[in-house]
């Protein structure tokens, strides 16, 4: 709001200079002459007249995309200490405006400021800067101001996206370690194709030796990486996109998510995650006293799985007809089948068939081109390993599609809370129990990552060493 300098008279003929805060000039004047006083002059103050536009909106300086949700989280549980010392909201978010930095975080906050001198509630407010507060945020505030405990909500608040960043920490650790050492071992594993097995085919070429199956393939990996090394990253990046593209549709986006809660190893960690946070939510939004049709609807958007945001729909559409939460929520916990998350499955299976068969097709522009059996015999084998490894994940995903991902442990928690009227305590007990559970997961990921990457490693060298070593063998026992 842009404050405007004045110079007026009183009722005696004094003169009066000061200073006063309108949305417009007009404003401005209405409210001095309200105090009693006959304008003689007024403008803009400089500091704000350099921030005011035509239509009385403040211009904030430029920032791109949202407030992070760390800075968020931080300006939650600072704004719940300033409510609980007492202070009044605009003071509080006056004095937070000021101690962040320069940012979209910033910004938001002097528009929420705005709104409120406006005569906007706290939560009105919020809600017309969606990038930084989401609907859970705006409607656990909402209740908060309905109920006159505003300082217990944010407190909660703090605490929830306290528990939910340290999760996403936890997660994002874990992928560290593993990522840093597989680039590690693709590196060293290019560093022998494009540098020692060539070396070894001039040698075989030479002698003129007759080259077992292993020894051709490995020779085409070289001559692939050496001259087609592009594709390792272009059909990767081509399959990325086909799976966006199906993402855009409703069936495609669930199947996807289907795939993703049952893949092997990982998708126990993201369906436990997903039900810590959605449990989490819900408990927090009920304890706030937000209505349960509400809080399974702003649950339902933050699950951010389409499987899980399906399963509250149908429990919210069960609710609204008399029922419990907890029988639905056993009944349409169930995946089932679906036809896009076959697709994914069955790619997935395909993968490696699908990069050696790129290895075939490029062979004739190589030196093996010149051997139309060795080409062949490299098409025999990706069109088997394609073939081979789609069946194989596509009955693995037959054997998954009966596994709840609801399991009765919440049903029953759930259960017990609806009967005893402590449903945000049971839920709460869930989501701590979940939140464990991904701890332990985590951790155990990490710890066995090391093994199977050294696995990995004495796998890919074994397969290179036997590969050179089995022609060598050959040419020494025909020399002696």
Request: charged share 20%; proline share 5%; hydrophobic share 50%.
């Amino acid at each position: 709001m842009p404050t405007f300098q004045f110079e007026a008279m009183d009722a005696t003929g004094q003169e009066i200079r000061d200073e006063i805060e309108a949305p417009s000039e007009d404003e401005a004047q209405t409210t001095i002459r309200q105090m009693g006083y006959f304008v003689t002059k007024i403008t803009v103050k400089k500091s704000a007249a350099k921030k005011v536009t035509a239509g009385g909106k403040t211009k904030r300086p430029f920032a791109i995309g949202g407030g992070k949700p760390k800075h968020v989280t931080a300006f939650t549980r600072q704004l719940s200490i300033l409510q609980d010392a007492g202070l009044p909201i605009l003071r509080s978010l006056k004095i937070l405006e000021n101690n962040c930095k320069p940012g979209k975080l910033k910004n938001g906050l002097a528009d929420v400021c705005e709104e409120i001198e406006g005569g906007s509630t706290l939560s009105e407010a919020m809600s017309k800067s969606p990038k930084l507060f989401t609907r859970l945020y705006v409607n656990m505030i909402k209740a908060g101001e309905a109920g006159g405990a505003l300082e217990t909500i944010l407190q909660r608040l703090a605490d929830f996206m306290e528990r939910s960043e340290s999760l996403k920490r936890k997660v994002k650790g874990a992928l560290i370690y593993p990522s840093v050492v597989v680039t590690v071992a693709c590196l060293i594993l290019t560093f022998i194709m494009i540098f020692i097995v060539p070396t070894f085919e001039q040698m075989f070429e030479e002698f003129e030796l007759d080259l077992p199956a292993p020894t051709v393939l490995l020779i085409a990996l070289s001559n692939y990486i050496v001259k087609y090394g592009f594709l390792l990253i272009l059909i990767p990046v081509c399959m990325a996109i086909l799976v966006k593209l199906v993402k855009k549709f409703r069936h495609g986006r669930v199947g996807f998510d289907m795939f993703l809660i049952k893949l092997p190893i990982f998708g126990g960690l993201i369906e436990k995650n997903i039900l810590a946070r959605t449990t989490r939510t819900l408990g927090t939004l009920v304890s706030s006293g937000v209505p349960i049709l509400e809080a399974l609807a702003i649950t339902r958007e933050t699950a951010g799985n389409a499987m899980f945001e399906r399963m509250f729909m149908k429990v919210t559409d069960a609710i609204r007809e008399g029922e419990v939460i907890s029988k639905p929520l056993r009944e349409n916990s169930v995946p089932g089948f679906h036809p896009m998350a076959l697709f994914f499955w069955a790619l997935m299976g395909a993968f490696p068939g699908i990069m050696l068969m790129s290895v075939a097709a490029t062979a004739p522009y190589t030196k093996l081109g010149d051997d139309p059996q060795m080409v062949g015999m490299l098409w025999g084998i990706s069109l088997g390993g394609l073939g081979i490894g789609a069946l194989l994940a596509s009955l693995m995903y037959m054997t998954k599609i009966r596994a709840r991902v609801v399991d009765d442990l919440v049903v029953n928690m759930v259960d017990v809370g609806e009967e005893t009227g402590e449903l945000d305590t049971m839920l709460y007990k869930v989501a701590d129990t979940y939140d464990e559970e991904v701890r332990v997961l985590t951790d155990g990921l990490m710890a066995l990552m090391e093994p199977i990457m050294i696995v990995f490693l004495g796998l890919a060298v074994g397969f290179i060493v036997i590969s050179l070593f089995m022609p060598l063998v050959s040419l020494i026992t025909g020399l002696g």
